[in-house]
């Protein structure tokens, strides 16, 4: 079986209020001060790029948390085709673009209960999608990461949305470095509704957005700092994810629901799709 395990990278405050200018930096980005059982989502589908055409797929998700750290855990006994299709998780799907141009991708994740209640009762939903490309790549190999996001509700918190570069060397497997979408270092920004804006190039970007702590690094470096520890410990990538599931932090209001489209690895992008 195909596992990918590994901590989430997750930031969290006390308060997390909209328009804070400030965050502990020295509490690890997956503190979340709450312990609970996994939260397990067995709804996955593959996609091909080429046609569109979304199929079942074996891939599941669980969120939990043990000694006040959040993490989560993705498997798929069956992955598909590392160059053509992605993996659709939870919430995740291509949806309609509201302001033309085809298809885009839809996440969400919700605390309808509350937190810490969505926690407990198991009601918390989130949404990843997975993408294989630069499968076999060093870090030092990824020279652009990017996105284009539209927020239709909620903001920024909990260390959502990110991308996960999850990453194997042989001896420690399914680590993560978290690339963190946001301003540092609260990573709590509340975007414009309904407006599309762009992170631009998430490797060149000067801000400490880059969590390499899995991998024996900081909470919060840049991306030649995550590049150098992987490379030299022998990591290549075997997955990267972007995904949304921080509906549980009291600054995310409860209900994170993002776009995402120009989604870029190196030379290729996702979405839009006529």
């Known amino acids: ?128 999608m997975v993408m294989y490309p630069l499968r076999g790549s060093l870090l030092s190999q990824l020279t652009n990461l990017a996105t284009d996001y539209y927020r239709e509700n909620g903001c920024f918190s909990g260390g959502s949305p990110r991308f996960s570069i999850v990453m194997s060397n042989g001896v420690n497997q399914n680590r993560e470095v978290q690339v963190y979408l946001g301003t540092f270092p609260a990573f709590n920004d509340c975007p414009p509704q309904e407006t599309w804006l762009s992170t631009g190039n998430l490797v060149t970007d000067p801000q400490l957005r880059w969590d390499s702590s899995q991998i024996g690094g900081t909470f919060y470096g840049t991306y030649s700092e995550a590049a150098t520890l992987a490379d030299t410990q022998g990591y290549t990538i075997d997955e990267i994810i972007l995904g949304t599931d921080g509906g549980w932090s009291p600054g995310s209001g409860g209900n994170q629901s993002f776009l995402f489209r120009n989604i870029q690895m190196n030379g290729l992008t996702r979405f839009p799709r006529s």
């Open 1 to 128: 079986m195909r596992m990918i395990a590994a901590l989430c990278g997750f930031i969290v405050t006390a308060l997390c209020l909209v328009g804070a200018a400030s965050a502990d930096t020295s509490l690890p980005a997956n503190y979340v001060s709450v312990n609970f059982a996994p939260i397990t989502t067995t709804t996955s589908s593959n996609y091909d790029w080429s046609t569109g055409a979304v199929t079942p797929g074996t891939a599941s998700a669980s969120v939990y948390s043990s000694a006040n750290a959040v993490q989560n855990a993705v498997h798929d006994p069956s992955p598909p085709d590392p160059n053509g299709y992605g993996t659709f998780l939870g919430t995740a799907r291509p949806v309609k673009s509201p302001t033309g141009g085809g298809s885009v991708l839809f996440e969400q994740s919700t605390c309808i209960t509350g937190f810490p209640t969505c926690l407990s009762d198991g009601s918390l939903t989130y949404g990843y």
